[in-house]
């Protein structure tokens, strides 16, 4: 089914093929595939919004508070896709790829930026209460660590937040059912200047990839960690990003975003 700037592969058609196939005793198979990009953010878009995410004046997703352009401490926020991901099934574990743009920028040349933005898949629920500062908009001090949760998600993390373990450098990471990443890569943080990402989720290899980089090809980052998405996540889940501000504060912005997964059973 098209959308203009998005669209989302309906499963339905595919899984009434697969019993037509059944009852002839013909051996085929069922391809779940989720794919939708955004070039631009605003009131169309189908996200669910949490705490302060909005679609700002200039058609960007923002993710934490600003005023007249000013970004506020003590804010969090949140927002998922509506489009349901089909991850595992039948020991067989999606092909994801994403790629989007951040941008982030701290209120002037001398302030401490703080706290960061997140790229994650989980299923979709409610906004943790007390989730700003270094909880990223992912996590309580509840829910951190939980048996209960399940979420993987890739932190772009302006300031080392070093009680809840993060190391003490900017630092891209990945990171699984913590806010502890489960690895991380140093990040030459730029205000202001465009992030280009790049996602991969290799079920073959169940390698996490991502790739970071600004457009002068300067500070590129590339981080990979091994982890079996069927194992840590459910079937069916959701994407969405989060940002948070604490103390400090920083403009989170998301430009533009684009997503594939595709699960073949």
Known sequence: MAIPKKHHSSTLPLVLTFITFYCLNVVTSVTYSTTFTYDRFDSDTDLLMQGNAVFSPNFALELTKERNGIPQS???GRTFS???IVLHMS???ATISTSFVLNI??????ATPAD???????????LPPRSGGGFLGLFSNQTNSSSTTSIVAVEFDTYPNLDIGDPNYRHIGIN???IKS?????WNFQSGEPLNVTITYDPSLKRLRVVASYPNGNNHV???????FGSVLPEQVYAGFSGSTGKYAEVNHVNSWSFNSTLVV
């Open 222 to 228: 590339d981080v990979a960690y091994r982890i079996n």
């Open 116 to 126: 960061g933005i997140t790229f994650f898949i989980a299923p979709i629920s409610d």
């Open 91 to 93: 020991g067989k574990v």
């Open 74 to 76: 003590g804010s969090v």
């Open 82 to 84: 509506t489009f349901p």
């Open 105 to 110: 920028s701290q209120p002037n040349s001398t």
């Open 176 to 178: 699984v059912n913590s």
């Open 182 to 186: 489960s690895a991380t890569s140093r």
